[in-house]
């Protein structure tokens, strides 16, 4: 399973996404839906500022109501 692990966050990115102190190995032990890692990974873009990668995430949701679990992203 891909997630924000994957991706090399920075500690601060990790904390922003309430993930400091987790190893990839004790998040996935815990963790093992992808679409949850998907937006996940979307809102590591979206702090990184890559908009497009970050699209690129959200558009592999497939449950609409978690892919707008909060507001939808502006256009």
Do not use: C
Not at 25 to 54: P, S, V, W
């Amino acid at each position: 399973m891909e997630t924000v692990f994957d991706h090399d966050p920075s500690a601060e990115e990790l904390k922003y996404l309430f993930l400091s102190g987790q190893s990839k190995e004790d998040y996935l032990a815990t963790h093992d839906d992808q679409e949850t890692e998907f937006g996940n990974i979307y809102a590591l873009y979206m702090i990184r500022g890559n908009r497009e990668k970050a699209l690129e995430y959200l558009n592999r949701i497939r449950n609409p109501k978690q892919r707008f679990n909060g507001k939808p992203p502006e256009a």
